[in-house]
């Protein structure tokens, strides 16, 4: 069985290439209603089949496909093996379906270089551009994504996404979809990533098909997870769970009870935590998955230590890294390390401690110096994508938001850095084990919440102070404005400025916001030039009123010579709060698309959403022309 890790970074194959013979399209339908059901009608149907190779070969088809919805890869291969025996001729769409579902079962690293190579042998055959190229352009993406190769990945599936637009071609659609919402997620792009996952939910939901949307909730949740919004994730785990348990499929239930537990740990809920992780180990441990139940073993020492049981969490950890991780993906085992050193420093064992925290930096340090170099490659494919995106007018809304999104792949590799300097605050945490000082613990909650260049609260800090001043204005029935704003032409500033001036920048405006705005503002780094502001108790009109007063004094920050012809300026995009707003995703989405107006009109402007009766005109050089005319 292959890595549960590796199962849960993977959606549910559809149907690319439908078969023209009634009976097993209905088998490919089935697939993503019921797999358990398709593989065993598919088994029945091979004996009378066995004089036709082209039949056997389509019925060894839908079982690897069945077998791979189900993560058991092993089968998968096995089936596409007996399938291509059966289809050699690279021109038969059934070889193709063999092909994909062969390379789509794959994980290992030399699995993986095999499978590209024959997928690339298959469209040699293949016009360029026809369903079939597209199909098998779509199993090289996933497998680029999983050799992490996402500048491949993004290049290879936003081109089967493009080429399968048509409606006559909605399955590849669909699936091109839903492998490219992966890779958005792997490079941090969440609202595309959640964008893609609910075409191939309402795909599902549409055509019924019960198991594929498990997995599409699935992995909505596991999104949301990455975002930090967990109560959000728990709820799409949840759904996930119900329809596994319909289909009475033991595994999906204890992948979602694995990472509702999860979830659960993360917002400090360890009862319930409890519960969910016990239930998901014992279905792990009878069917003997190993690497599921070190990984759930591994949060129920979470909870230990959560609970003070460090003597627990020290024994369940010691036997989780019995390999020291090398039966683990690597990007898992760094976070274990640092759970242990809390472990045996809860037991008074400094030393071991001390040793685990410095593997735990070392891991840290290897992989976030490959997701550097990832991350840059991975935009460089991003900006070429954008540029042939441009060409085609179809798709002049997708190119304004992806252009937009490219700025803040810019706030991933800052990101990275604030988390080097969290992961130097683990080691005061060594120095409070030591020698149990508060003042050093105090030190690493500021570390853990503030941005380190500009001492704005950061992204995860904003967004809990802005979830709990909603909560607020709900309860208490109060005004709430939220703004969006981004520095413009931050880009231009600093390629010709240097990074060094970007940075003054940003310190020059976190500076203007502590000295213009009141006490109870919340004014975080969302992400690179971008900032969120929470004005509890503030209507729409005092919001514009105060960040015209910003305005003015970002307006005033001075560049050096080499910015000759640049000045600094911002966009704001302003919504406010009310009986329709259920979470801060919502109340952003709409401040979101206001600042992407303003944007479009000008920059150095303030629009309002939703502001009916309000003069949305703005302010800054566009309300200055305005006023002339």
């Not at 379906?97 to 690293?109: F, H, I, P, Q, R």
């Not at 954008?386 to 190119?399: F, G, I, P, Y």
Request: proline share 3%.
């Amino acid at each position: 069985m292959l890595l549960a890790f590796s199962c849960l970074g993977s959606p549910a194959r559809a149907n690319c290439l439908v078969s023209p013979d009634p009976e097993i399209r209905q088998l490919q339908e089935l697939v993503s209603i019921d797999a358990t059901k398709a593989q065993k009608q598919a088994q029945s149907l091979l004996p009378a089949a066995a004089r036709d190779a082209s039949r056997a070969a389509a019925l060894y088809a839908v079982q690897a496909q069945a077998y791979g919805i189900l993560e058991l890869d092993a089968d998968a291969r096995a089936m596409a093996v007996k399938g291509l025996a059966l289809a050699p001729d690279a021109h038969d769409p059934v070889h193709l379906e063999l092909v994909s579902a062969y390379a789509e079962a794959v994980y290992d690293k030399a699995g993986i270089v095999s499978a590209v190579e024959a997928v690339e042998a298959a469209r040699m055959w293949q016009p360029r551009g026809s369903l079939a190229d597209t199909c098998l352009l779509i199993s090289r993406g996933l497998l680029e994504h999983r050799q992490d190769r996402e500048d491949l990945a993004i290049v290879t599936l936003t081109q089967a996404y493009r080429a399968s637009i048509s409606p006559e071609v909605t399955e590849a659609h669909i699936m091109s979809a839903d492998y490219l919402s992966l890779v958005m997620r792997s490079m941090g792009d969440y609202v595309q990533a959640l964008s893609l996952n609910q075409e191939k939910i309402d795909w599902d939901t549409s055509h019924e098909a019960t198991m594929s949307l498990s997995v599409s909730r699935f992995m909505r949740g596991q999104i949301f997870k990455m975002m930090g919004n967990y109560n959000a994730a728990i709820v799409e785990f949840s759904e996930a769970r119900k329809l596994s348990k319909q289909l009475g499929d033991p595994q999906g239930i204890a992948f979602a009870d694995q990472r509702i537990c999860e979830s659960h740990i993360e917002l400090g809920q360890l009862g319930p935590a409890q519960r969910e992780c016990a239930r998901a180990l014992k279905v792990f441990s009878v069917a003997a998955s190993a690497d599921s139940e070190k990984e759930t073993e591994a949060l129920q020492a979470r909870i230990e230590l959560g609970l003070g049981h460090g003597e627990r969490a020290l024994a369940i950890l010691n036997k989780v890294l019995d390999r020291n991780g090398a039966d683990m993906p690597p990007r898992h085992v760094g976070s274990i390390y640092e759970s242990r050193a809390r472990a045996n420093a809860a037991v008074h064992d400094y030393r071991n401690a001390y040793s685990d925290l410095q593997e735990y930096m070392n891991r840290y340090k290897a992989a976030n110096d490959a997701e550097r170099v990832r991350q840059a490659g991975a935009q460089r494919a991003r900006f070429e994508t954008d540029r042939e995106v441009e060409r085609n007018a179809s798709l002049q809304r997708e190119l304004g938001l992806s252009q937009e999104q490219s700025h803040r792949q810019a706030q991933q590799l800052r990101w990275n850095a604030v988390v080097v300097v969290a992961g130097i605050a683990v080691i005061t945490l060594l120095i409070y084990f030591l020698v149990a000082n508060r003042r050093y613990r105090k030190q690493l909650v500021t570390f853990a919440s503030q941005d380190w260049l500009t001492g704005l609260p950061n992204r995860r800090r904003t967004a809990e102070l802005a979830i709990a001043a909603m909560e607020t204005a709900r309860v208490t029935q109060k005004p709430l404005t939220l703004a969006l704003i981004d520095m413009d032409h931050f880009k231009i500033i600093n390629d010709r400025c240097g990074h060094a001036t970007g940075d003054y920048v940003l310190k020059e405006f976190a500076r203007a916001g502590r000295e213009t705005l009141r006490d109870s503002d919340i004014l975080g780094r969302w992400g690179g030039e971008e900032f969120l502001l929470v004005m509890p108790e503030t209507p729409v009109e005092l919001a514009v009123a105060s960040l015209e007063r910003l305005r003015t004094l970002v307006c005033g920050i001075r560049l050096p010579t080499t910015g000759s012809g640049l000045r600094v300026s911002l966009s704001a995009g302003i919504a406010t709060h009310d009986e329709n707003t259920r979470t801060l995703d919502d109340l952003i989405a709409r401040a979101d698309g206001v600042l992407y107006a303003a944007k479009n009109e000008g920059r150095d402007l303030v629009r309002v959403a939703d502001a009916n009766g309000y003069n949305t005109s703005s302010t800054g050089v566009r309300r200055a022309l305005r006023l002339t005319n």
